[in-house]
């Protein structure tokens, strides 16, 4: 049994030794093999794989292509495997997490398992996801999502305590740490390139959801995720909340799409007021169509940074 661990870098220099450092911890006694896309980095990023695990394979981009082109491109720059580990250069795994991932994925309807995460304070991310819907971000506009949370009508993101203590199947988990049977990627993959970054493992998720290859959330298995910065970056903000919508309106048609972008509206919206600078950059691309029909790229990122 081979695992691919599938790395997206950019501008990652300072988190590769921890990372590869926490894969010999991780995945002790397995077999495995790495494969990092590295997204145009500026930094000392490929050198230093290629210093550290010189047995890898490093694909340059020559561009910075987006988190589900990197994806793409590392599976297929990579020998035969059974599963693909994919992993944020900012997650530590710790020992048996993905043995116990890989029991998971054996059992029956089950594409794609995910680990319980903490941040590097130790605290529990909730990172267990219902479908989005028009209902669950009014929930979370009006509730605020922790609230809203504890509702399976109300909300997106699951906050119930004691939804993380058992395992289950969720519609969709947070993407830093995902182990997926190469049988899962290869019915659905490969992963939507035109999201550029955020979404894109809802969509697949929900991809394999639909085929009967579910998300299964596994409390035993552990990481620590030290986690991005999409919650204070307008850029980033943004561009997730774009997303969403665009995310939607593939799923469902421009009709509910446009009942789905009125309660995100109202939820930016509402936060842009009290002065929150994510939700302003956020609110003024939802109310710039042109901003919703085109393919996102590198400039969505730092368009209101």
């Not at 998300?215 to 307008?234: F, I, K, N, Q």
Request: charged share 25%; proline share 6%.
């Amino acid at each position: 049994m081979t695992i691919l661990v599938a790395v997206v870098s950019y501008n990652s220099e300072r988190l590769i030794p921890d990372l590869i450092a926490g894969l010999r911890t991780g995945l002790d006694g397995m077999k495995w093999h790495l494969t990092v896309a590295d997204n145009d980095s500026k930094d000392n990023s490929v050198e230093l794989i290629r210093s550290l695990a010189p047995e890898a394979t490093v694909v340059e981009m020559g561009r910075n292509a987006g988190y589900a082109a990197g994806i793409n491109a590392a599976v297929a720059a990579s020998p035969a495997h059974d599963a693909i580990l994919v992993l944020n250069p900012d997650v530590r795994l710790t020992p048996g997490c993905v043995p116990r991932l890989l029991q998971a994925l054996r059992e029956p309807g089950t594409g794609i398992a995910v680990p319980n995460l903490v941040d590097g304070d130790g605290h529990l991310i909730h990172t267990q996801r219902r479908e989005p819907s028009t209902l669950r971000m009014l929930g979370d506009a009006l509730l605020g999502a922790r609230r809203a949370g504890r509702s399976r009508l109300l909300g997106e993101i699951i906050t119930t305590p004691s939804a993380y203590e058992a395992e289950t199947f969720t519609d969709w988990a947070e993407g830093s740490t995902q182990l997926i049977s190469a049988e899962c990627f290869a019915r659905i993959g490969p992963w939507d390139e035109g999201y550029f970054l955020y979404s894109e493992e809802t969509d697949f998720a929900l991809r394999a959801r639909d085929a009967g290859l579910r998300t299964r959330y596994v409390p035993e298995a552990r990481a620590v995720h030290l986690e991005g910065d999409s919650r204070v970056s307008p850029g980033l903000w943004a561009l997730l909340t774009l997303n969403k919508v665009r995310l939607h309106r593939r799923r469902h048609g421009a009709l509910r799409a446009s009942a789905f972008w009125a309660a995100v509206l109202l939820r930016e919206s509402s936060r842009a007021v009290l002065g929150k600078k994510p939700s302003r950059a956020a609110t003024r691309d939802l109310l710039t169509p042109s901003r919703l029909r085109e393919t996102p790229g590198p400039a969505s990122v730092t368009r209101w940074s």
